[in-house]
C-alpha cells in the first residue's frame, strides 16, 4: 500500500476572504452611487458635461476616502477587540485555572475522546499558557487572531475597489457632448459590469448565481433611475 498517495492531494480553499470582502464592499459602492450620480446629473445638467465628470470625480475621491476610513476602522476595532479579549483570558487562566481546565476538558469531550485521553490532551495543552489562552480563543470564543496590517490592508482595498468601481459609470462622460447621451452608455457599460460583478460575488457567496447577478444590476437601476427622476423633477 502507497502510503504516500496522500501527499499528491492538495485541497483548494478560499484562503484570502478577507480580501474578497473589502473588494465587493469598495466594488459594490464604487459602481452603484457614482452611477447614480451622474444619472441624476444628466437629468439636472444636461449640457453641462464638464460639471457632471467634476461632481462624479469629486464624489469618487470623498467615496473612496470615507470608505476606506471605515475599513481601517473596523479593522482596528476587530484587534483591539481581540487584544482584550485575550487579556481577559489571561486574566482567567491566572485567577481561575480549575474553570478553564474544566472547559477545555468538556471541548474534547465533545469531540467525542475517551475520559483518559481527555484528561491527557487537557494536560499537554495547559502547560503553555499561550497555547492555552490562544485555544480558548479560538474554541471558546470563536476568534482568530488578527492580521496586524489588516486595517491598512483593509483601507486600500476598499478605497481602491471604490475608484475603480467609479470610473466604470463616470468614464462615459468624457467622450460624449452631453449629459443624456452619457448617461445612455454608462447605463449599458454599468448595469452589464453590476450584472458580472454580481454573478462572480454570488457565486464566491455560494448564492445562486444568476439570481444574485439579477438583484444586483436590478438595485443599480432603481438607484440611478430614482436619481435621475428625481432631478428631473427639482429642475421642472
Known amino acids: 500500500m502507497d502510503t504516500h498517495l496522500h501527499h499528491d492531494h492538495v485541497e483548494q480553499h478560499l484562503t484570502s476572504s478577507e480580501t474578497l470582502t473589502d473588494i465587493v464592499i469598495g466594488m459594490s459602492d464604487g459602481l452603484t452611487v457614482p452611477f447614480a450620480l451622474a444619472a441624476g446629473l444628466s437629468g439636472a445638467v444636461n449640457d453641462n458635461v464638464h460639471l457632471i465628470v467634476v461632481a462624479g470625480i469629486a464624489e469618487i475621491a470623498a467615496g473612496s476616502i470615507a470608505m476606506g476610513l471605515g475599513g481601517y476602522l473596523s479593522g482596528k476595532t476587530e484587534q483591539e477587540h481581540y487584544a482584550n479579549e485575550l487579556k481577559r483570558e489571561y486574566d482567567e487562566i491566572e485567577n481561575l485555572p480549575l474553570v478553564e481546565r474544566e472547559e477545555v476538558r468538556i471541548f474534547f469531550e465533545g469531540l467525542g475522546l475517551s475520559s483518559s485521553v481527555q484528561e491527557q490532551a487537557v494536560e499537554e495543552l495547559i502547560k503553555d499558557k499561550h497555547r492555552w489562552a490562544d485555544f480558548m480563543m479560538k474554541h471558546e470564543l470563536g476568534l482568530e487572531k488578527p492580521d496586524p496590517r489588516r486595517a491598512g490592508k483593509s ?46 460575488k454570488s457565486k464566491l457567496t455560494g448564492t445562486p448565481a444568476f439570481q444574485g447577478a439579477i438583484k444586483v444590476a436590478v438595485i443599480g437601476a432603481i438607484a440611478a433611475g430614482c436619481a435621475f427622476g428625481i432631478a428631473k423633477l427639482i429642475g421642472g
Do not use: M, R
Not at 462622460?173 to 457599460?189: M, T, W
Open 155 to 200: 483601507a486600500f482595498n476598499i478605497g481602491a475597489s471604490y475608484v475603480v468601481g467609479g470610473l466604470i459609470p463616470l468614464s462615459p462622460y468624457f467622450f460624449v457632448s452631453n449629459g443624456i447621451e452619457g448617461l445612455k452608455i454608462s447605463a449599458i457599460v454599468t448595469l452589464v459590469c453590476l450584472f458580472i460583478f454580481g454573478y462572480f
